[in-house]
Structures are given as structure tokens and as C-alpha cells.
């Protein structure tokens, strides 16, 4: 099992573009996440999605959008990229919800600079 | 609000001690907190879960206590090694039934 995969690793946007950071996981998880991480700051929840067709917000949605078609796929999209929006994303997944000692598989992490 | 705090100072400690994590929360009492690993550049990785009515957890090396009086989890290395070298993230589970990350805390294993 690959387990969970994000793409691309770097990216540098430029304020105003959009992007999306992709997300698949092999592990067949109904449950899945974004977080962002910046320097310093613990893991922030940004979406999360508890099966095909569900999504909803975390602690700090503005500026983002998700989507979940597949069980595989959860990518995120981001709209006119501001620097804020500078930081190191995290994709994970797990066979539980967190409420029920999901624990979470993550991601190697989207590294994105705003310019 | 949900406060999580764990020490912002690198522990610098010398191989073969047992290195001490501190994890603090405040305004909840979580049912269980886990515990991942983070090495630079990569993702965290699940270490262990303790459950509030659990006093301690262990793996290999690794052991983990949970002290709902005082709110507070200690997770520990013994026999440090260099590969022990990481941040460590402490993850109660907060009021809406979602991990919380503290800020994580680094330890440096001196050869």
C-alpha cells in the first residue's frame, strides 16, 4: 500500500492564482483531512470529510474548498492564493472518526509559498 | 478556550537516558490523547493512544501516561537513541470530538 499520497511536494503561487493540492489514500479510510501546518503552530484542521460525498469545515476553512467523489480522493483547492495561505499541508485518513480513536495516516506534506 | 501547551524548548539529551515529554491542556477533559512522531520534512506519524481511563501505555521504548487530574499526559523514551531524534506532537481529542495538535516538541539524542 502506497497509504496516503499528496501532490505536488513545493509549489510557489503567485497572490491571486488558485491551485488544488491533490490527496488519494489506498486503505480504502472513509475518513479524511486537510490540515495546515505553520512554523511554530500546532496542526490545524482545515476540511475533513467522513465518506464519499460529505464534507465539512474545520478550524480554518476560509479560503479553501474540498470536494470527495471517490473514497480515494480528497483534494483541496485553494482561491486566490493570499500569503496567508503560506504553509506546509497535510493530508490524512483513517478507518475511524476521531471521536471513536481514529487514528490518522498522514501525508509527506504540500509545501506552498505565496508571493 | 482548549488550550494545549507542550514545552517549546528543544530537549537536548544524552543516548541511552530516558527523555520526558510534557503534554498540558486546559478547559476540557478529553476521552483519550494520542501521541505521533515528526521528522523534518515529512508527515506525523501515530505513536500511541491513551484513554482517560488508562493511567499508562506502553510500546517498546515508549511509555505514556495520562493523569486527567491534572490534565496532563508525560510520554517518555527510555534508552534513547540517536533515531529517537524528532518532534513529538501531543493530540487530545477536544470538544467536538476532534484531535487537537499541540505545537509539538523536538528531542535531539547526543551520541
Known amino acids: 500500500n502506497a497509504g496516503v499520497t499528496q501532490t505536488p511536494k513545493f509549489r510557489i503561487l503567485k497572490i491571486g492564482q488558485s491551485m488544488t493540492l491533490q490527496c488519494a489514500q489506498d486503505m480504502n479510510h472513509n475518513y479524511m483531512y486537510w490540515y495546515r501546518q505553520d512554523p511554530g503552530m500546532g496542526l490545524k484542521l482545515i476540511y475533513y470529510s467522513v465518506g464519499a460525498g460529505i464534507t465539512d469545515k474545520g478550524e480554518v476553512p476560509n479560503g479553501y474548498n474540498v470536494s470527495r467523489s471517490t473514497t480515494e480522493d480528497f483534494p483541496l483547492r485553494l482561491e486566490l492564493a493570499a500569503p496567508s495561505q503560506t504553509s506546509v499541508y497535510f493530508c490524512?485518513?483513517?478507518?475511524?472518526?476521531?471521536?471513536?480513536?481514529?487514528?490518522?495516516?498522514f501525508g509527506e506534506g504540500s509545501r506552498l509559498t505565496v508571493l | 478556550s482548549q488550550k494545549i501547551e507542550q514545552n517549546s524548548e528543544a530537549l537536548n539529551i544524552q543516548e541511552g537516558k530516558t527523555a520526558t515529554l510534557t503534554c498540558n491542556y486546559t478547559n476540557y477533559s478529553p476521552a483519550y490523547l494520542q501521541w505521533y512522531r515528526q521528522d523534518p520534512g515529512r508527515g506525523p506519524v501515530f505513536l500511541l493512544l491513551i484513554r482517560e481511563n488508562e493511567k499508562e501505555k506502553r510500546k517498546e521504548r515508549l511509555k505514556v501516561t495520562f493523569d486527567t487530574t491534572l490534565k496532563q499526559s508525560l510520554f517518555h523514551i527510555t534508552a534513547s537513541q540517536p533515531a529517537d531524534s524528532a518532534t513529538y506532537l501531543c493530540a487530545p481529542l477536544d470538544g467536538n470530538n476532534r484531535l487537537a495538535f499541540g505545537k509539538g516538541n523536538q528531542v535531539v539524542v547526543i551520541p
Open positions: 490524512a485518513s483513517s478507518y475511524s472518526g476521531q471521536g471513536n480513536t481514529g487514528e490518522l495516516f
